[in-house]
């Protein structure tokens, strides 16, 4: 079964160190998508991605915020000057379509910032 | 603004118990429903979804949910646990745009 794969599993970094979460999606799937769930909470929709660019973002995705997808492969999220309140289960997910959901999600990232 | 809730924090059953999960939403246009579960360090993965037609829909691992429309309501069924199926259970609703709305999730522990 076709898998989403996220690195690293685990990954601690200093406050105000920039860090980069990376994804592979499914391979002929179209559309990327971050989320996040901070310890004890929700998760959240941070961004989808379609065509090399965001179609949506919610409030949380901010400038501190940025994805990319820099080769045929990956999909990246980026935070520029990662904060206390970022530490949190951030996962990757892609879909073959925009409608009618049903993803596959990644593992996920676990980031911790101290 | 949509919202999902699951009433249900934890919940903790013996072996061939019936399980149902709550989960109810808040939106005024067309959903799109679904129910994902994350065993121990494991991804999430879904169980089953609704667009439209019949509303009780049927799942993966002997799982099912109905779509009750008057109330809300997408709870979550299995007529017999096991073990296996110690997980937390998200009820997640889809809008515009592709984008999942997630309840709190719940806690299952399935007791041997």
């Known amino acids: 079964e076709p898998e989403v794969t996220q690195t690293p599993s685990h990954q601690v970094t200093q406050m105000g160190q920039e860090v980069i979460l990376r994804c592979v999606p499914i391979?002929?799937?179209?559309?990327f998508y971050w989320y996040r769930q901070i310890l004890g909470q929700k998760v959240e929709f941070l961004v989808s991605f379609y065509n090399n660019e965001i179609s949506e973002k919610s409030e949380i995705f901010d400038d501190q915020f940025s994805v990319e997808r820099p080769d045929g492969s990956n999909f990246t999220l980026k935070i520029r000057s990662t904060k206390l309140e970022d530490s949190a289960m951030y996962f990757c997910?892609?879909?073959?379509?925009?409608?009618?959901?049903?993803?596959?999600f990644g593992s996920g990232t676990r980031l911790t910032v101290v | 603004a949509q919202s999902v809730s699951q009433h249900n924090h934890h919940v903790i059953l013996s072996e061939a118990a019936s399980l149902e999960l709550g989960c109810n939403y808040s939106?005024?246009?067309?959903?799109?429903l679904f129910w994902y579960v994350q065993y121990p360090g494991q991804h999430l993965q879904l169980l089953l979804k609704y667009f439209s037609g019949d509303p009780l829909v049927k799942g993966i691992k002997g799982f099912e949910a109905e779509f009750i429309k008057s109330k809300f309501s997408f709870n979550l069924r299995k007529p017999s646990v096991q073990w296996s199926d110690t997980a937390e259970y998200f009820c997640a609703l889809g809008t515009a745009g592709n984008m999942l709305t997630f309840g709190g999730g719940t806690r299952l522990m399935v007791k041997p």
């Open positions: 997910a892609s879909s073959e379509t925009r409608d009618r959901g049903g993803y596959t």
């Open positions: 939106y005024g246009g067309t959903v799109n």
């Open positions: 391979s002929n799937h179209l559309y």
